[in-house]
């Protein structure tokens, strides 16, 4: 029996599984903006509890290159990218990566690659489907409610993307 290693994305890096060795990125954890979140997920990573690990170059290649092959490279960012490799990484060293995610495009490629992955998700949390737009070339993701059709950095046009966001029950009737 090979190791199980689970790979957070920004969603189970803020819910995160209670057993098991946890894996995040530096791209993921500079997702975290909240300030009340920002400091939950630095005790945990302070304390050992979630690790952190940087994809090496040519995994991030490998990475790419399925995405591509999928058609799924022009809606994932960098972080999402980084999660993919350092999976390739660890299935490398001979270990059992899990990517714990609900993002569409990441699974789709890691069905490609043959990398497991599971939805994030709790009792206590729900899960609901919203569109968010992303540049094509420089992946800079833009909320919703974004005005505007195309990238202020590069002047690109943006495409759409579907990404589960985690809302509590609570505030949901
Ligand atoms: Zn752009």
């Not at 979140?37 to 979630?50: F, L, P, T, Y």
């Not at 940087?54 to 399925?66: G, I, M, N, T, W």
């Not at 022009?74 to 350092?86: C, E, F």
Request: glycine share 4%.
């Amino acid at each position: 029996m090979t190791t199980e290693v689970l790979i957070l994305d920004f969603a189970a890096l803020i819910n995160p599984p209670i057993k098991g060795r946890k894996i995040t990125t530096s791209f993921i954890l500079k997702e975290v903006l909240n300030e009340a979140e920002k400091a939950i997920v630095q005790a945990r990573v302070e304390s050992g509890d979630i690790e952190i690990m940087d994809p090496k170059s040519d995994f991030l290649q490998k990475a790419s290159e399925a995405a591509i092959r999928t058609g799924d490279f022009s809606v994932l960012s960098n972080p999402d990218l980084s999660l993919i490799a350092i999976a390739l990484e660890l299935k490398h060293k001979g270990l059992n990566p899990i990517i714990l995610t609900n993002d569409f495009a990441i699974q789709n490629v890691c069905k490609f690659l043959k990398i497991r992955v599971k939805p994030v998700g709790g009792a206590k949390i729900r899960e609901q489907i919203v569109w968010i737009r992303i540049c094509p070339i420089c992946r800079k993701k833009y909320p919703t409610d974004y005005h505007g059709d195309t990238c202020p950095e590069c002047g690109s046009k943006l495409t759409r993307k579907a990404i589960t966001k985690l809302v509590p029950k609570e505030n949901n009737n």
